[in-house]
């Protein structure tokens, strides 16, 4: 099992900046990659991006590309997600996932994640 706490989220301005963070415990030796979706009301879970946790290959969805940057410090088990440029559509509840699958692409829908956060608000006024 592994579990995944996730902290950082808060009320920001639109332009502003936040990093969420995400530590992993347990078998983390079993995590291939980690990931952030986010969830806005009314509508279904979304991927924002994913990192391998060994070679560190990253995906983001094209809403974020440019804005948000995800990265990783193994040694900690932690991952990050640095968003700027924060728009109100940004606007979400934000969960970090793990996926033990090895494979030759990050996955970017949430069935391919087995494990999952219990979510960080982010709210960003206009």
């Known amino acids: 099992q592994v579990q995944l706490v996730e902290s950082g989220g808060g009320l920001v301005q639109a332009g502003g900046s936040l990093r969420l963070s995400c530590a992993a415990s347990?078998?983390?030796?079993?995590?291939?990659?980690m990931g952030w979706f986010r969830q806005a009301p009314g509508k279904e879970r979304e991927f924002v991006s994913a990192?391998?946790?060994?070679?560190?290959?990253?995906n983001y969805a094209n809403s974020v590309k440019g804005r948000f940057t995800i990265s990783r410090d193994n040694a900690k088990n932690t991952v990050y997600l640095r968003m700027n440029s924060l728009k109100p559509e940004d606007t979400a509840v934000y969960y970090c996932?793990?996926?033990?699958?090895?494979?030759?692409?990050?996955?970017?829908?949430?069935?391919?994640?087995?494990?999952w956060g219990q979510g960080t608000q982010v709210t960003v006024s206009s």
């Open positions: 347990g078998r983390t030796g079993s995590i291939y990659a």
């Open positions: 990192i391998s946790w060994r070679a560190g290959s990253t």
């Open positions: 996932a793990a996926d033990r699958t090895t494979s030759l692409r990050i996955g970017v829908a949430s069935y391919e994640y087995d494990y």
